[in-house]
């Protein structure tokens, strides 16, 4: 196989035979481009998020409705009237945009208004806010590290948290696994004066919980920072939805909270809350914040009504963890592999590429959105499908699919264990 023979470019515009023809025999980002554009990959809502949602069916061009099982808007505050009317109200007062970077023009009172709020929910001194989660994960990350600091990496952290140690020392150690973090935190120990554990508090494609409290404990213990990117665990876990510190009761503990507004909060955006130091610092230095355009007055407003909606709607995140543990107990009658998912994100393992995309399309017909999960998202042996549930979907949504998944675990023989 000649690697060097074409460009990105030649490839891409080769039209369809040729990407069939090239990618069949071309090298691993090829194949991964093909298997994309085979599965229709981007299918386009025109209805938006919620438990059922219009998407454009891009095998037959007809608008459909199906049950939405992607979503990580996990309390369906997308569509909440609080958060809508916040979002119209600040539109009409301020305009559509900032206007500006926030430390040259662009800060408003509404950006400093969830500033701190969003720095007293994660019980931290003070915070900043970020256009977008990935943004605020790889500009903090790469700032913190600086030029002489390491980064001790849960394996399965998110691409934005990579992203930022680009350049930088990083160091693996195995999902969740303390023995592995204590063997990693005693090489690194006297090597580097900026030791940083990253560890994600929800797992986005497992569905598991850091085990935080552990986490913290050992990594202070070898005089090392912990971060924690809470996208997935804002909202959604800890009694009163703050995330994974709460939920194992270790609020004020966590040198550096990350997060994004883009999952239960509804709306865009990242933010980093910690102590004012690291705060005023990353100002500075996170040039994804330096350089870039504040968060619109809409977002800004509809976040900040989202997260009063958090504390005081606490109905909304018990309706969704009944339906938690209604659809696990669902699947693990079924008897397919969820792995070790704890929370609104469940992975159906099943470790082959084509039963996947297989599976995917026969759940689209019968009108059950979700999404497979393949290489290089997850490691080849276990690609999935992944299925996540808003507080919104009623039992009968969650039925119609547990039925179909059923049906479908025992065409493609994926039934692993049953209880
Ligand atoms: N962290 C995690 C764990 C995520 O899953 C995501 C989004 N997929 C991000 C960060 C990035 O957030 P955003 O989509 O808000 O940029």
Redesign the pocket.
């Known amino acids: 196989m000649d690697s060097t023979k074409y460009t990105l470019a030649d490839f891409l515009n080769k039209g369809d035979e040729g990407i069939d023809k090239l990618c069949r025999k071309f090298y691993e980002y090829y194949e991964d481009t093909y298997r994309l554009k085979h599965l229709n990959y981007k299918r386009v809502s025109t209805s938006g998020s919620g438990p059922v949602i219009k998407v454009i069916d891009p095998w037959t061009k007809q608008e459909k409705e199906m049950i939405y099982f992607a979503s990580?808007d996990y309390l369906n505050l997308t569509k909440h009237p609080r958060t809508i009317e916040a979002g119209i109200n600040a539109i009409k007062k301020y305009g559509t945009g900032a206007g500006s970077v926030p430390l040259l023009g662009g800060t408003l009172d509404l950006h400093t208004e969830l500033e701190k709020k969003i720095a007293k929910f994660k019980g931290c001194e003070s915070a900043i806010i970020f256009t977008?989660?990935?943004?605020?994960?790889a500009g903090a990350v790469s700032a913190l590290l600086g030029e002489g600091g390491v980064a001790i990496l849960d394996m399965l952290?998110?691409?934005?948290?990579i992203d930022g140690c680009k350049g930088k020392n990083v160091e693996f150690f195995r999902h969740n696994n303390m023995d592995s973090l204590e063997k990693v935190l005693k090489k690194v120990k006297d090597k580097y004066r900026t030791k940083i554990v990253i560890v994600?508090g929800?797992?986005?494609m497992d569905g598991d919980i850091a085990h935080l409290d552990k986490i913290v404990e050992l990594a202070h213990a070898y005089g090392a920072l912990v971060m924690v990117?809470e996208?997935?665990a804002t909202g959604v876990i800890g009694k009163n939805g703050r995330g994974t510190p709460e939920h194992f009761n270790i609020e004020g503990k966590v040198d550096i909270v990350?997060?994004?507004?883009?999952?239960a909060v509804g709306v865009?955006?990242?933010f980093i809350a910690s102590t004012k130091e690291i705060i005023t610092y990353l100002s500075f230095y996170a040039r994804s914040y330096m350089f870039s355009t504040a968060q619109t007055p809409q977002s800004t407003a509809s976040i900040i009504e989202a997260l009063n909606v958090i504390e005081e709607e606490p109905e909304l995140r018990e309706k969704l963890w009944d339906n938690i543990r209604y659809f696990k107990s669902g699947l693990l009658r079924i008897g397919v592999d969820i792995g070790n998912s704890e929370t609104a994100i469940f992975p159906i393992i099943i470790g082959d590429d084509l039963k996947v995309k297989n599976m995917c399309r026969d759940l689209h017909d019968a009108g059950i959105y979700v999404n497979p999960v393949l290489y290089p998202a997850v490691s080849r042996r276990l690609s999935r499908i992944r299925i996540s549930l808003m507080a919104t979907h009623e039992k009968e949504h969650l039925d119609r699919a547990l039925n179909v998944i059923e049906d479908l675990a025992k065409k493609y023989s994926i039934i692993k264990d049953r209880i």
């Open positions: 990580n977008n989660g990935f943004g605020s994960n952290v998110h691409a934005s948290v994600d929800v797992y986005s990117d996208a997935h990350a997060g994004t507004f883009s999952k865009v955006g990242g």
